[in-house]
């Protein structure tokens, strides 16, 4: 089913539109990767407090070239600080974290489990409706997740990997927290402020943590670490958010959040290459799992007409699978 969806989906899409999703999907899938080499060299929270900071600043001064408008009113600004605080704060700290024990491929898989918790926490906190085949959907995909981290849980390593499993689950509420925060906001927010300035605002308490937990300036500033600090900020950041939104004016979002199922086969093959991870057959059903279950939620949802959607883009409504 997913595999047949998803062929629909990319015949239905102009192909310059496919080249960008799928350059989209390789960006979100290299996140894991990139934070596991640059731990080598910084700590947790530093890194994560960088990557924040360059990511925000860069889409600062893109929105400020561009004259997107600034919000107004201390509710909006309070909204996108609780924003950051779920998507950067929580979110980076929970990932940064996680890859310390977590295979980057595995930890790819299980934290695309995030657009499912946004999809609940929408039905609990915005009153939208979920069909019977979304339900099903959210089942089938939380038994992948359930299926791919069942094994390494039995494992020798299995203190280890619930330990990380606990941080990619903080990372996913976070940012599902502050998806759901973001679209309470609806057409408030200019998209690309938004998105830097929930960067900027969340980068406060991982700077206060660091400060408090760590050595901020024990960094081994490397070409390794350079390379994956850069490759994080401004390639899975930055230009990966300022894609996104591009892509939103010319296709509909449940069509381009089909190609978000691209990622974790990326990242899994990535792993293998060059973090000699061995993905067994519940790696692979799990996935399987994961995508048939976000294939029924995306085919059950009803389709957002193109016009809309892109007027809603331009009035800075922002939807997004996983800010990263």
Request: net charge positive; glycine share 10%; proline share 6%.
């Amino acid at each position: 089913m997913a595999v047949s969806s998803f062929t629909r989906i990319v015949r239905q899409v102009d192909p310059r539109c496919t080249l960008a999703l799928m350059l989209f999907a390789l960006l979100d899938a290299l996140c894991y990767p990139l934070i596991t080499l640059g731990l080598q060299d910084a700590p947790h929270l530093t890194f994560a407090l960088l990557r924040a900071l360059l990511a925000g600043g860069t889409l600062a001064v893109v929105a400020i070239v561009l004259r997107r408008p600034m919000p107004r009113g201390g509710a909006t600004w309070f909204a996108l600080a609780g924003i950051g605080v779920g998507t950067t704060s929580l979110g980076f700290a929970g990932m940064f974290h996680a890859a310390e024990f977590v295979a980057p491929g595995t930890a790819t898989v299980i934290s695309h489990s995030q657009p499912l918790l946004s999809g609940l926490l929408a039905y609990w906190f915005l009153g939208e409706r979920l069909a019977n085949k979304q339900r099903l959907g959210l089942v089938v995909a939380f038994g992948g997740i359930v299926v791919v981290s069942l094994p390494q849980l039995a494992g020798d390593a299995k203190a280890s990997f619930a330990m990380g499993l606990i941080y990619i689950v903080l990372a996913t509420v976070g940012v599902s927290v502050g998806n759901v925060l973001m679209k309470a906001l609806g057409g408030r927010v200019d998209p690309l402020v938004g998105t830097a300035s929930q960067l900027l605002l969340g980068a406060v308490p991982l700077g206060l943590a660091a400060s408090l937990q760590q050595q901020p300036a024990a960094i081994d500033w490397s070409p390794r670490f350079v390379v994956s600090l850069l490759g994080l900020a401004l390639l899975g950041s930055a230009l990966a958010r300022a894609l996104w939104f591009a892509i939103l004016e010319q296709v509909p979002l449940s069509r381009a959040n089909a190609f978000t199922f691209l990622s974790p086969f990326i990242a899994i093959a990535v792993g293998v290459a060059f973090f000699a991870e061995s993905p067994g057959p519940s790696t692979f059903l799990g996935l399987a799992l994961t995508a048939v279950g976000i294939a029924l939620v995306e085919r059950a949802a009803p389709a957002a007409p193109r016009k809309l959607m892109r007027t809603d883009l331009r009035r800075g409504h922002r939807s997004t699978p996983d800010p990263r």
